[in-house]
């Protein structure tokens, strides 16, 4: 394999002979075209004082043979110098490419926080700089994003492990324990371990969706909504909370399972995140060539600044915004991940008298 030291010395080698190879070939075009014409003009030099009406004499210039002599020799002293010069203008132009090279070395080496910072003048060089600097912003980013991820997961799968390991010690611990007492421990350790399980599965919900599409269906979108929100109403009804619908036929093309993800949690968001006697309504409509899925709930007053935190993983407006324990701040993010999925549309808007309004645009197939 060849070593990136003799590629770029090979590059500038082939970029130097052809430059030189063009002020060459400069060199031998004036030699045709400019000195063999030149060898034929007779020159004429007067003899004696032009007062005295002296006779002028008329001799030949530049021989040719003396003028190929001097064009040869000429063109021998240009090849070092062509040379020189190809090789002095290919370092030139490849010097931002050894910066950038350098650079990325060092950055794919792990310290992401690097730039090439190529600067003025701007040209082809310069603009792949900076179209790169752009990919290590985004590669930072999603690095930064994914270290994150993993120590909030960690967490939260910490925390019930961590509980339940507790609650048998102490169960173990006590001579006097009775059946009663064991039973309720195993029912105390039943729901930590369904509270670990739903976590797995909203972490897995969240993967599946950051996967991408793998199946393109036609459906619609209403028919998904009704199935969801038929299964939530007795939540909805335990919470005293008014599920209202205004459903018209919505067909879009997509992963109908990562849509009805998509619709369940941002009903369940709306829900959990609402107040006694609140209200959620959800709209389906179809407007020119994009399908709208709408779910608007009361709640919290929320700041418009922190509405895209929200969309990230493990994130919460607030430790606890209903005095409630349940959710993991995964809802929000498997929406935007099967939004972005779908390379569909979606638009959050803070209500001024409490909660959110989210709107899902979807591409209406074409047949």
């Not at 997961?153 to 609650?167: D, F, I, M, N, V």
């Amino acid at each position: 394999m060849t070593s990136p030291q003799l590629a770029r010395r090979s590059l500038q080698t082939r970029l130097a002979l052809a430059y030189a190879a063009g002020i060459y070939a400069a060199g031998v075009f004036v030699l045709i075209f400019v000195d063999v014409p030149l060898a034929g003009i007779h020159a004429a030099k007067p003899v004696g004082q032009p007062s005295t009406g002296a006779s002028i004499e008329t001799g030949s210039g530049i021989s040719l043979p003396q003028l190929l002599m001097g064009s040869a020799v000429a063109l021998v002293i240009l090849i070092p110098v062509a040379l020189a010069l190809g090789w002095y203008v290919a370092g030139r132009f490849l010097h931002p490419l050894r910066a950038i090279t350098s650079t990325a070395k060092v950055i794919s080496a792990g310290d992401l926080h690097r730039r090439l910072d190529l600067g003025e003048p701007t040209d082809e060089l310069t603009e792949l700089g900076h179209t790169l600097d752009d990919l290590f912003a985004r590669l930072q980013a999603s690095f930064d994003a994914q270290r994150h991820f993993v120590a909030n997961a960690s967490h939260e799968l910490r925390t019930p492990l961590a509980g339940l390991r507790t609650l048998l010690e102490v169960a173990l611990a006590d001579p006097d324990a009775d059946a009663d007492t064991l039973r309720s421990a195993c029912q105390e350790a039943l729901a930590l371990g369904g509270h670990q399980e739903r976590l797995v599965q909203a972490l897995l919900a969240l993967a599946t969706s950051e996967r991408g599409v793998t199946r393109w269906d036609t459906f619609d979108l209403a028919h998904v909504v009704e199935g969801v929100l038929a299964s939530r109403r007795d939540q909805a009804a335990e919470t005293g909370i008014d599920l209202a619908e205004h459903l018209t036929p919505a067909v879009t093309a997509g992963d109908p399972r990562l849509i009805e993800s998509l619709v369940a949690n941002l009903i369940d968001n709306a829900i959990r995140h609402n107040h006694a006697d609140g209200q959620v309504k959800v709209t389906t409509q179809t407007s020119g060539t994009q399908v709208a899925l709408t779910v608007t709930n009361s709640g919290p007053v929320i700041p418009d600044d922190q509405i895209q935190r929200l969309f990230q993983p493990f994130q919460k407006l607030a430790p606890d915004r209903n005095g409630r324990h349940d959710g993991y701040g995964l809802g929000l993010a498997i929406v935007n991940a099967v939004t972005r999925a779908h390379h569909a549309t979606l638009t959050t808007r803070a209500r001024p008298e409490g909660g959110l309004a989210i709107t899902v645009r979807f591409a209406k197939p074409s047949w």
